[in-house]
Protein backbone atom coordinates (compact mmCIF):
# COMPACT_ATOMS: atom_id res chain seq x y z
CA UNK A 1 0.00 0.00 0.00
CA UNK A 2 0.87 3.46 -0.77
CA UNK A 3 2.85 5.44 2.04
CA UNK A 4 2.30 9.06 1.86
CA UNK A 5 5.65 9.89 3.53
CA UNK A 6 4.05 13.61 5.42
CA UNK A 7 6.46 14.56 7.44
CA UNK A 8 9.11 17.58 6.43
CA UNK A 9 6.36 19.69 5.23
CA UNK A 10 6.26 17.44 2.33
CA UNK A 11 8.54 19.18 0.91
CA UNK A 12 10.21 18.31 -2.45
CA UNK A 13 13.52 19.25 -4.04
CA UNK A 14 13.65 17.38 -7.50
CA UNK A 15 11.12 17.73 -10.82
CA UNK A 16 9.66 14.52 -10.14
CA UNK A 17 7.91 12.83 -6.86
CA UNK A 18 6.81 9.67 -6.82
CA UNK A 19 4.86 7.20 -5.14
CA UNK A 20 2.69 4.06 -5.33
CA UNK A 21 -1.05 3.28 -5.80
CA UNK A 22 -3.69 2.33 -3.82
CA UNK A 23 -4.69 -1.59 -3.15
CA UNK A 24 -7.95 -3.22 -1.89
CA UNK A 25 -7.92 -6.16 1.10
CA UNK A 26 -7.28 -8.47 -1.55
CA UNK A 27 -4.01 -6.82 -3.02
CA UNK A 28 -6.12 -5.39 -6.20
CA UNK A 29 -5.18 -1.71 -7.07
CA UNK A 30 -7.98 0.99 -6.85
CA UNK A 31 -6.02 3.71 -8.48
CA UNK A 32 -7.39 3.31 -11.81
CA UNK A 33 -9.93 1.16 -14.73
CA UNK A 34 -7.33 -0.71 -15.82
CA UNK A 35 -6.76 1.48 -18.78
CA UNK A 36 -3.03 2.52 -17.51
CA UNK A 37 -1.26 -0.44 -17.35
CA UNK A 38 2.32 1.34 -17.69
CA UNK A 39 5.19 0.09 -19.80
CA UNK A 40 4.98 -3.66 -20.69
CA UNK A 41 8.41 -3.95 -20.37
CA UNK A 42 9.10 -6.53 -17.30
CA UNK A 43 11.52 -4.39 -14.48
CA UNK A 44 11.26 -1.38 -16.22
CA UNK A 45 9.41 1.82 -15.34
CA UNK A 46 9.23 4.92 -17.92
CA UNK A 47 8.60 8.53 -16.38
CA UNK A 48 8.70 11.97 -17.92
CA UNK A 49 11.33 14.80 -16.87
CA UNK A 50 10.75 18.31 -18.43
CA UNK A 51 13.69 18.15 -20.56
CA UNK A 52 17.44 17.54 -21.07
CA UNK A 53 19.38 17.78 -18.10
CA UNK A 54 21.21 21.20 -18.17
CA UNK A 55 25.05 18.95 -17.08
CA UNK A 56 25.55 15.76 -14.67
CA UNK A 57 28.29 17.37 -12.95
CA UNK A 58 27.27 17.58 -9.34
CA UNK A 59 29.40 20.00 -8.31
CA UNK A 60 28.14 22.39 -10.68
CA UNK A 61 24.87 21.51 -10.53
CA UNK A 62 21.91 23.29 -9.31
CA UNK A 63 18.63 22.95 -11.35
CA UNK A 64 15.98 20.27 -10.66
CA UNK A 65 15.81 17.52 -13.44
CA UNK A 66 19.61 17.42 -13.25
CA UNK A 67 19.13 17.20 -9.39
CA UNK A 68 16.57 13.68 -10.14
CA UNK A 69 19.02 12.06 -11.93
CA UNK A 70 21.42 12.41 -9.93
CA UNK A 71 19.80 11.44 -7.09
CA UNK A 72 19.25 8.34 -8.46
CA UNK A 73 22.98 7.94 -9.62
CA UNK A 74 25.15 9.45 -7.12
CA UNK A 75 25.05 9.27 -3.57
CA UNK A 76 26.35 11.48 -0.29
CA UNK A 77 27.66 10.72 3.56
CA UNK A 78 23.92 10.41 4.32
CA UNK A 79 20.44 9.95 2.66
CA UNK A 80 17.25 10.52 3.89
CA UNK A 81 15.25 7.06 4.38
CA UNK A 82 11.84 5.76 4.11
CA UNK A 83 10.61 7.59 7.37
CA UNK A 84 12.00 10.92 6.47
CA UNK A 85 14.92 10.96 9.15
CA UNK A 86 18.73 11.11 7.95
CA UNK A 87 20.48 7.49 7.78
CA UNK A 88 23.74 6.46 6.77
CA UNK A 89 25.13 6.28 2.83
CA UNK A 90 28.69 6.84 1.81
CA UNK A 91 28.78 6.43 5.88
CA UNK A 92 28.30 4.41 7.86
CA UNK A 93 28.18 6.72 11.37
CA UNK A 94 29.52 9.75 12.29
CA UNK A 95 31.09 11.75 15.36
CA UNK A 96 30.53 15.39 16.39
CA UNK A 97 33.14 17.45 18.69
CA UNK A 98 31.33 20.37 20.06
CA UNK A 99 34.49 22.11 21.32
CA UNK A 100 36.05 21.69 17.70
CA UNK A 101 32.44 22.13 15.11
CA UNK A 102 34.15 19.15 14.08
CA UNK A 103 32.37 16.01 12.28
CA UNK A 104 33.98 12.75 11.72
CA UNK A 105 32.49 10.30 9.24
CA UNK A 106 33.41 6.68 8.86
CA UNK A 107 32.87 5.66 5.43
CA UNK A 108 31.14 2.14 4.34
CA UNK A 109 34.42 -0.06 3.29
CA UNK A 110 31.95 -1.65 0.59
CA UNK A 111 31.12 1.47 -1.39
CA UNK A 112 32.00 1.36 -4.89
CA UNK A 113 32.20 3.71 -8.32
CA UNK A 114 30.89 2.59 -11.29
CA UNK A 115 33.98 1.25 -12.50
CA UNK A 116 34.55 -0.83 -9.73
CA UNK A 117 36.96 1.65 -7.52
CA UNK A 118 36.74 1.98 -4.20
CA UNK A 119 34.90 5.38 -3.16
CA UNK A 120 37.53 6.80 -0.15
CA UNK A 121 37.81 9.69 1.89
CA UNK A 122 40.30 11.46 -0.42
CA UNK A 123 36.79 10.99 -3.12
CA UNK A 124 35.14 13.40 -0.60
CA UNK A 125 38.03 15.61 -0.10
CA UNK A 126 37.95 16.41 -3.57
CA UNK A 127 34.59 16.97 -4.07
CA UNK A 128 34.49 19.33 -1.07
CA UNK A 129 37.02 21.27 -2.13
CA UNK A 130 35.99 21.72 -6.03
CA UNK A 131 32.56 23.26 -4.72
CA UNK A 132 34.54 25.93 -3.07
CA UNK A 133 37.24 26.13 -5.44
CA UNK A 134 36.87 28.93 -7.76
CA UNK A 135 38.09 28.13 -10.82
CA UNK A 136 35.06 25.81 -11.05
CA UNK A 137 32.73 28.20 -9.86
CA UNK A 138 29.99 26.08 -8.71
CA UNK A 139 26.77 28.02 -8.42
CA UNK A 140 26.84 26.26 -4.86
CA UNK A 141 29.68 27.39 -3.73
CA UNK A 142 28.09 29.58 -0.89
CA UNK A 143 26.96 26.29 0.46
CA UNK A 144 30.58 25.69 1.66
CA UNK A 145 30.87 28.50 3.69
CA UNK A 146 29.44 26.85 6.61
CA UNK A 147 32.97 24.68 6.54
CA UNK A 148 36.06 26.21 8.18
CA UNK A 149 37.67 29.01 5.44
CA UNK A 150 35.01 28.10 2.68
CA UNK A 151 34.04 31.71 2.28
CA UNK A 152 37.96 32.36 2.17
CA UNK A 153 38.71 29.72 -0.25
CA UNK A 154 35.56 30.95 -2.09
CA UNK A 155 36.84 34.15 -2.98
CA UNK A 156 39.93 32.97 -3.88
CA UNK A 157 41.77 34.65 -0.46
CA UNK A 158 42.87 31.09 0.53
CA UNK A 159 43.83 27.58 -1.56
CA UNK A 160 40.85 25.41 -1.68
CA UNK A 161 43.91 22.99 0.38
CA UNK A 162 42.98 24.93 3.12
CA UNK A 163 39.36 24.07 3.39
CA UNK A 164 38.36 22.68 6.81
CA UNK A 165 38.56 19.18 5.59
CA UNK A 166 40.94 15.94 5.19
CA UNK A 167 41.13 12.16 5.14
CA UNK A 168 42.39 10.77 8.04
CA UNK A 169 42.79 7.45 6.21
CA UNK A 170 40.83 5.82 2.73
CA UNK A 171 37.59 5.82 5.16
CA UNK A 172 37.94 8.55 7.87
CA UNK A 173 36.90 11.60 6.52
CA UNK A 174 36.72 14.66 8.98
CA UNK A 175 35.19 18.02 8.08
CA UNK A 176 35.51 21.15 10.52
CA UNK A 177 32.58 23.86 10.37
CA UNK A 178 33.34 27.56 10.68
CA UNK A 179 30.71 27.34 13.71
CA UNK A 180 28.19 25.34 14.97
CA UNK A 181 26.00 24.65 12.00
CA UNK A 182 22.34 23.89 12.82
CA UNK A 183 21.17 22.28 9.45
CA UNK A 184 24.40 20.23 9.34
CA UNK A 185 23.28 16.96 8.36
CA UNK A 186 21.15 18.54 5.11
CA UNK A 187 24.71 19.78 3.69
CA UNK A 188 26.30 16.40 4.02
CA UNK A 189 23.09 15.03 2.32
CA UNK A 190 22.84 17.20 -0.27
CA UNK A 191 23.49 16.77 -4.36
CA UNK A 192 26.52 18.82 -4.67
CA UNK A 193 28.38 17.73 -2.20
CA UNK A 194 28.63 13.45 -3.25
CA UNK A 195 31.71 12.33 -4.07
CA UNK A 196 34.11 13.20 -6.65
CA UNK A 197 36.74 11.37 -8.29
CA UNK A 198 39.58 13.48 -9.04
CA UNK A 199 40.94 10.71 -11.94
CA UNK A 200 38.03 11.11 -13.87
CA UNK A 201 37.52 14.59 -13.58
CA UNK A 202 40.82 14.77 -15.11
CA UNK A 203 40.40 12.57 -17.51
CA UNK A 204 37.43 13.96 -18.93
CA UNK A 205 37.77 18.00 -18.23
CA UNK A 206 35.01 19.84 -19.54
CA UNK A 207 33.37 17.26 -20.57
CA UNK A 208 32.46 15.30 -17.61
CA UNK A 209 28.71 14.98 -16.65
CA UNK A 210 27.98 15.73 -20.01
CA UNK A 211 27.53 12.09 -21.45
CA UNK A 212 27.16 8.91 -20.32
CA UNK A 213 30.37 7.64 -21.18
CA UNK A 214 32.09 10.96 -19.04
CA UNK A 215 30.86 10.27 -15.69
CA UNK A 216 31.56 7.96 -12.75
CA UNK A 217 28.99 7.20 -10.46
CA UNK A 218 28.75 5.45 -7.11
CA UNK A 219 24.41 5.31 -6.41
CA UNK A 220 21.90 2.73 -6.75
CA UNK A 221 21.70 2.85 -10.40
CA UNK A 222 24.35 4.01 -13.34
CA UNK A 223 23.43 5.98 -16.52
CA UNK A 224 23.37 3.25 -18.82
CA UNK A 225 22.84 5.60 -22.33
CA UNK A 226 21.85 9.26 -22.67
CA UNK A 227 20.10 10.08 -25.91
CA UNK A 228 20.44 13.49 -25.91
CA UNK A 229 17.04 15.67 -25.68
CA UNK A 230 15.31 12.10 -25.72
CA UNK A 231 16.16 10.39 -23.12
CA UNK A 232 18.22 8.65 -20.26
CA UNK A 233 18.33 5.55 -19.23
CA UNK A 234 19.13 4.23 -15.74
CA UNK A 235 20.06 0.45 -14.50
CA UNK A 236 21.07 -1.34 -11.10
CA UNK A 237 24.11 -0.41 -10.53
CA UNK A 238 25.65 -3.98 -9.90
CA UNK A 239 28.10 -2.65 -7.38
CA UNK A 240 26.05 -0.95 -5.26
CA UNK A 241 26.29 -2.18 -1.50
CA UNK A 242 22.28 -2.33 -1.07
CA UNK A 243 21.87 -3.63 -4.84
CA UNK A 244 19.96 -6.25 -3.07
CA UNK A 245 17.37 -3.66 -1.88
CA UNK A 246 17.21 -1.97 -5.61
CA UNK A 247 13.37 -2.88 -6.61
CA UNK A 248 13.26 -1.74 -10.10
CA UNK A 249 16.17 -2.84 -12.64
CA UNK A 250 15.31 -0.17 -15.34
CA UNK A 251 14.36 3.46 -15.37
CA UNK A 252 13.47 5.57 -18.30
CA UNK A 253 13.89 9.11 -18.25
CA UNK A 254 11.95 11.06 -21.18
CA UNK A 255 12.43 13.78 -22.05
CA UNK A 256 8.74 15.66 -22.88
CA UNK A 257 8.21 19.01 -22.63
CA UNK A 258 4.98 19.10 -23.98
CA UNK A 259 2.67 18.46 -21.45
CA UNK A 260 -0.13 16.88 -24.00
CA UNK A 261 2.02 14.57 -25.85
CA UNK A 262 3.44 13.35 -22.17
CA UNK A 263 -0.51 12.84 -21.23
CA UNK A 264 -0.93 10.74 -24.39
CA UNK A 265 1.48 8.70 -23.45
CA UNK A 266 0.68 7.87 -20.05
CA UNK A 267 -3.18 7.28 -21.43
CA UNK A 268 -1.48 4.92 -23.95
CA UNK A 269 1.20 3.16 -21.71
CA UNK A 270 3.63 4.67 -22.92
CA UNK A 271 4.81 6.49 -19.50
CA UNK A 272 3.97 5.20 -15.86
CA UNK A 273 4.69 9.07 -14.27
CA UNK A 274 4.20 12.22 -15.30
CA UNK A 275 4.21 15.32 -13.39
CA UNK A 276 3.05 19.04 -13.54
CA UNK A 277 0.30 18.27 -14.92
CA UNK A 278 -2.28 20.59 -15.60
CA UNK A 279 -5.55 21.58 -13.95
CA UNK A 280 -7.37 20.61 -16.58
CA UNK A 281 -5.24 17.56 -17.67
CA UNK A 282 -5.77 16.63 -13.57
CA UNK A 283 -9.45 16.73 -14.13
CA UNK A 284 -9.47 14.64 -17.47
CA UNK A 285 -7.38 12.25 -15.84
CA UNK A 286 -9.55 11.72 -12.74
CA UNK A 287 -12.83 11.45 -15.06
CA UNK A 288 -10.85 8.59 -16.78
CA UNK A 289 -10.33 7.10 -13.60
CA UNK A 290 -6.75 7.85 -13.30
CA UNK A 291 -4.18 7.95 -10.21
CA UNK A 292 -3.95 11.84 -9.71
CA UNK A 293 -2.61 13.40 -6.44
CA UNK A 294 -1.78 16.69 -5.57
CA UNK A 295 1.23 18.07 -3.36
CA UNK A 296 2.18 21.05 -2.03
CA UNK A 297 5.85 21.25 -3.50
CA UNK A 298 7.09 24.05 -1.51
CA UNK A 299 8.81 25.85 -4.43
CA UNK A 300 8.35 29.14 -5.75
CA UNK A 301 7.71 30.85 -8.81
CA UNK A 302 9.14 34.47 -9.60
CA UNK A 303 10.26 36.84 -11.69
CA UNK A 304 14.12 37.07 -11.83
CA UNK A 305 15.00 40.55 -12.68
CA UNK A 306 18.59 41.29 -14.18
CA UNK A 307 19.14 44.62 -11.77
CA UNK A 308 22.18 46.18 -13.76
CA UNK A 309 20.03 46.14 -16.80
CA UNK A 310 18.99 50.11 -17.09
CA UNK A 311 15.46 50.89 -15.69
CA UNK A 312 15.39 47.13 -14.01
CA UNK A 313 18.03 48.86 -11.75
CA UNK A 314 15.07 51.03 -9.96
CA UNK A 315 13.66 49.76 -7.09
CA UNK A 316 10.27 51.64 -8.25
CA UNK A 317 10.37 49.85 -11.33
CA UNK A 318 11.03 46.40 -10.33
CA UNK A 319 8.14 46.86 -7.55
CA UNK A 320 5.66 48.21 -10.06
CA UNK A 321 6.38 45.51 -12.31
CA UNK A 322 5.88 43.22 -9.35
CA UNK A 323 2.78 44.95 -8.28
CA UNK A 324 0.87 44.95 -11.39
CA UNK A 325 0.97 41.37 -11.95
CA UNK A 326 -3.00 39.74 -10.80
CA UNK A 327 -1.08 36.55 -8.91
CA UNK A 328 -4.94 35.42 -8.23
CA UNK A 329 -6.15 35.69 -11.41
CA UNK A 330 -2.73 33.83 -12.95
CA UNK A 331 -3.94 30.67 -10.22
CA UNK A 332 -7.52 30.88 -10.98
CA UNK A 333 -7.59 31.13 -14.86
CA UNK A 334 -4.27 29.96 -16.19
CA UNK A 335 -2.67 27.51 -14.10
CA UNK A 336 -6.13 25.84 -12.25
CA UNK A 337 -3.77 23.06 -10.18
CA UNK A 338 -4.35 24.15 -6.85
CA UNK A 339 -1.03 26.61 -6.41
CA UNK A 340 -1.72 29.62 -4.78
CA UNK A 341 -0.02 33.34 -5.37
CA UNK A 342 2.75 34.14 -2.59
CA UNK A 343 3.50 37.61 -1.45
CA UNK A 344 7.20 36.80 0.32
CA UNK A 345 9.71 34.47 -0.97
CA UNK A 346 9.65 32.00 2.09
CA UNK A 347 6.83 29.65 2.23
CA UNK A 348 4.27 29.74 4.98
CA UNK A 349 5.52 26.01 6.18
CA UNK A 350 8.79 26.20 6.47
CA UNK A 351 10.79 25.88 10.01
CA UNK A 352 7.21 24.28 10.87
CA UNK A 353 5.70 27.55 10.80
CA UNK A 354 7.26 29.33 12.79
CA UNK A 355 9.08 32.18 10.52
CA UNK A 356 5.87 32.85 8.73
CA UNK A 357 4.15 33.48 11.84
CA UNK A 358 6.72 36.29 12.44
CA UNK A 359 7.78 37.11 9.14
CA UNK A 360 5.15 40.54 8.17
CA UNK A 361 4.34 39.05 4.92
CA UNK A 362 2.69 39.79 2.40
CA UNK A 363 5.02 42.28 2.03
CA UNK A 364 3.00 44.10 -1.44
CA UNK A 365 -0.20 43.20 -3.02
CA UNK A 366 -1.79 42.92 -6.55
CA UNK A 367 -2.16 46.85 -6.88
CA UNK A 368 -2.14 48.23 -11.07
CA UNK A 369 -2.84 51.78 -9.91
CA UNK A 370 0.00 52.23 -7.42
CA UNK A 371 2.05 50.09 -9.87
CA UNK A 372 1.47 52.65 -12.54
CA UNK A 373 2.50 55.40 -10.13
CA UNK A 374 5.49 53.54 -9.31
CA UNK A 375 6.65 53.12 -12.52
CA UNK A 376 6.08 56.65 -13.57
CA UNK A 377 8.50 57.98 -10.83
CA UNK A 378 11.11 55.11 -11.18
CA UNK A 379 11.05 56.10 -14.80
CA UNK A 380 11.61 59.86 -14.37
CA UNK A 381 14.34 59.15 -11.56
CA UNK A 382 16.43 57.18 -14.42
CA UNK A 383 15.68 59.43 -16.99
CA UNK A 384 13.72 57.02 -19.36
CA UNK A 385 11.08 55.88 -21.17
CA UNK A 386 8.42 53.09 -21.62
CA UNK A 387 10.49 52.90 -24.72
CA UNK A 388 13.02 51.97 -23.06
CA UNK A 389 11.53 49.32 -21.43
CA UNK A 390 10.05 47.99 -24.44
CA UNK A 391 13.12 46.83 -25.70
CA UNK A 392 13.52 44.42 -23.04
CA UNK A 393 11.98 40.15 -23.00
CA UNK A 394 10.95 38.00 -20.79
CA UNK A 395 12.66 34.08 -20.92
CA UNK A 396 10.69 31.58 -20.07
CA UNK A 397 10.84 27.45 -20.82
CA UNK A 398 9.46 26.19 -24.08
CA UNK A 399 6.51 23.96 -22.30
CA UNK A 400 2.64 24.78 -22.21
CA UNK A 401 2.49 26.37 -18.62
CA UNK A 402 5.46 28.50 -18.71
CA UNK A 403 4.21 30.43 -22.37
CA UNK A 404 0.78 30.47 -20.87
CA UNK A 405 2.20 31.81 -17.65
CA UNK A 406 4.52 34.18 -19.46
CA UNK A 407 1.79 35.45 -21.43
CA UNK A 408 -0.71 36.02 -19.00
CA UNK A 409 2.51 38.29 -17.61
CA UNK A 410 3.15 40.18 -20.34
CA UNK A 411 -0.95 41.14 -20.82
CA UNK A 412 -0.76 42.31 -17.38
CA UNK A 413 2.07 44.62 -18.12
CA UNK A 414 0.93 45.71 -21.22
CA UNK A 415 -2.77 46.84 -20.08
CA UNK A 416 -1.48 48.32 -16.61
CA UNK A 417 1.53 49.72 -17.10
CA UNK A 418 1.76 50.32 -21.28
CA UNK A 419 4.72 48.10 -21.42
CA UNK A 420 5.14 46.04 -24.47
CA UNK A 421 7.92 43.27 -23.52
CA UNK A 422 8.36 40.38 -25.43
CA UNK A 423 8.03 36.91 -24.71
CA UNK A 424 11.58 35.06 -25.57
CA UNK A 425 10.79 30.90 -25.28
CA UNK A 426 13.71 28.91 -24.95
CA UNK A 427 14.24 25.10 -24.18
CA UNK A 428 14.52 24.66 -20.57
CA UNK A 429 18.50 23.95 -20.90
CA UNK A 430 18.96 27.26 -22.41
CA UNK A 431 17.04 29.12 -19.53
CA UNK A 432 19.04 27.33 -17.07
CA UNK A 433 22.56 28.86 -19.18
CA UNK A 434 20.91 32.33 -19.48
CA UNK A 435 21.07 32.63 -15.34
CA UNK A 436 23.98 30.75 -14.88
CA UNK A 437 25.95 33.31 -17.49
CA UNK A 438 23.36 36.27 -15.71
CA UNK A 439 22.77 37.24 -19.49
CA UNK A 440 18.87 38.16 -19.25
CA UNK A 441 16.63 40.61 -18.90
CA UNK A 442 13.40 38.68 -16.75
CA UNK A 443 13.74 35.61 -16.27
CA UNK A 444 10.83 33.50 -15.34
CA UNK A 445 12.16 31.03 -12.63
CA UNK A 446 11.67 29.52 -9.46
CA UNK A 447 13.25 27.94 -6.19
CA UNK A 448 12.29 24.45 -4.81
CA UNK A 449 14.05 24.39 -1.00
CA UNK A 450 17.26 21.75 -0.51
CA UNK A 451 15.93 21.72 3.05
CA UNK A 452 13.79 22.74 5.76
CA UNK A 453 15.13 25.89 6.83
CA UNK A 454 14.53 29.87 5.98
CA UNK A 455 18.12 29.73 5.07
CA UNK A 456 17.46 27.80 1.57
CA UNK A 457 15.84 30.14 -0.01
CA UNK A 458 17.45 33.75 1.42
CA UNK A 459 21.14 32.61 0.78
CA UNK A 460 20.54 32.56 -3.05
CA UNK A 461 20.45 36.10 -2.94
CA UNK A 462 23.94 36.70 -1.15
CA UNK A 463 26.23 39.41 -3.26
CA UNK A 464 28.26 37.05 -5.70
CA UNK A 465 26.77 33.75 -5.14
CA UNK A 466 26.35 31.58 -7.78
CA UNK A 467 22.32 31.35 -8.05
CA UNK A 468 22.49 35.44 -7.20
CA UNK A 469 21.61 35.34 -11.19
CA UNK A 470 20.41 39.07 -11.00
CA UNK A 471 23.32 40.43 -9.30
CA UNK A 472 21.52 42.45 -6.61
CA UNK A 473 23.51 43.11 -3.89
CA UNK A 474 22.89 44.71 -0.08
CA UNK A 475 25.48 44.76 2.77
CA UNK A 476 22.86 44.47 5.58
CA UNK A 477 21.36 41.53 3.61
CA UNK A 478 24.35 39.67 3.51
CA UNK A 479 25.09 40.53 7.00
CA UNK A 480 21.88 39.40 8.35
CA UNK A 481 22.48 35.83 6.74
CA UNK A 482 25.93 35.77 8.22
CA UNK A 483 24.55 36.42 11.70
CA UNK A 484 22.15 33.78 10.93
CA UNK A 485 24.50 31.23 10.35
CA UNK A 486 26.60 31.43 13.54
CA UNK A 487 23.35 31.70 15.40
CA UNK A 488 22.47 28.70 17.48
CA UNK A 489 19.16 30.11 19.22
CA UNK A 490 16.42 29.66 16.88
CA UNK A 491 14.34 32.89 18.07
CA UNK A 492 17.27 35.07 17.18
CA UNK A 493 18.31 33.30 13.96
CA UNK A 494 15.09 33.62 12.92
CA UNK A 495 14.35 37.42 13.51
CA UNK A 496 17.95 37.72 11.39
CA UNK A 497 15.98 36.22 8.31
CA UNK A 498 12.88 37.88 9.15
CA UNK A 499 14.80 41.07 8.69
CA UNK A 500 16.41 39.84 5.98
CA UNK A 501 13.75 38.97 3.57
CA UNK A 502 11.97 42.30 4.82
CA UNK A 503 14.74 43.81 2.46
CA UNK A 504 14.97 41.38 -0.04
CA UNK A 505 11.21 42.27 -0.91
CA UNK A 506 11.66 45.93 -0.16
CA UNK A 507 14.25 46.19 -3.08
CA UNK A 508 12.17 43.68 -5.38
CA UNK A 509 15.11 41.90 -7.01
CA UNK A 510 12.18 39.17 -8.24
CA UNK A 511 8.91 39.33 -7.73
CA UNK A 512 7.24 36.48 -6.00
CA UNK A 513 4.27 34.66 -8.13
CA UNK A 514 2.65 31.55 -6.70
CA UNK A 515 3.71 28.99 -4.28
CA UNK A 516 3.84 25.74 -6.54
CA UNK A 517 1.36 22.81 -6.20
CA UNK A 518 1.47 19.78 -8.30
CA UNK A 519 -0.50 17.01 -9.99
CA UNK A 520 1.19 13.93 -11.08
CA UNK A 521 -0.44 10.41 -12.32
CA UNK A 522 0.83 7.22 -11.24
CA UNK A 523 0.19 3.67 -13.42
CA UNK A 524 -1.11 1.18 -11.52
CA UNK A 525 2.29 -1.07 -11.87
CA UNK A 526 4.21 1.14 -9.19
CA UNK A 527 4.00 0.83 -5.73
CA UNK A 528 6.02 1.02 -2.80
CA UNK A 529 7.22 3.23 -0.29
CA UNK A 530 8.23 6.84 -1.70
CA UNK A 531 10.20 9.43 0.63
CA UNK A 532 8.52 12.62 -0.13
CA UNK A 533 10.86 15.10 1.02
CA UNK A 534 13.66 17.08 -0.13
CA UNK A 535 15.14 14.26 -2.14
CA UNK A 536 12.59 12.90 -3.89
CA UNK A 537 14.01 8.99 -5.15
CA UNK A 538 12.94 6.01 -6.93
CA UNK A 539 14.99 3.80 -4.59
CA UNK A 540 12.21 2.46 -2.56
CA UNK A 541 9.52 1.89 -4.97
CA UNK A 542 8.89 -1.42 -6.47
CA UNK A 543 6.69 -2.58 -9.66
CA UNK A 544 3.77 -4.84 -8.46
Not at 160 to 189: H, K, S, W
Not at 299 to 308: A, I, S
Not at 464 to 492: H, K, Q, V
Request: proline fraction near 4%; include cysteine.
Amino acid sequence: MKKALSLLLVLVLSASLLTGCKKDDDGNSTAGTGAFPGTPAEGTVTLAILGEPAQLFSTRNSEAVSGFVLGHTMEGLVIRGEDGDFIGAGATDWTYDEETCTYTFTLRQDALWSNGEPVTAHDYVFAYRSLVNPEIAAPYAYFGYVFKNGQAVAEGNMAPEELGVRAIDDYTFEVQMEAPCPYALNVFGFMTLVPLNEAAYNEYGDEYGTDAAAILTNGPYVIDSWTHDSQIVLVRNENYYNTENTKIDTIILAMVSDKNTAMNMFMAGELDFMNDITGDQAVQLRELGANVETYNSNGVKYLQFQVNRPGLNNIKIRLALMMSIDTQALCDNILKDSSQPVYALVPDTIDGGRFSAVDGSPFFSYDPEGAKALLEEGLAEEGLTIEDLNQYTLICDDDDVSTRTAAFIIEQWRVNLGIDIQAQIVPRKSRIEALNTHVFDIVLSGWYPDYDDPNTYLDMFLTGTGNNSGDWSNERYDELIALAADEMDPEIRRGYFVEAQQILMSEAPIAPLYGMYRNYVISDKVDGEIVMGWQNTFRYAYIV
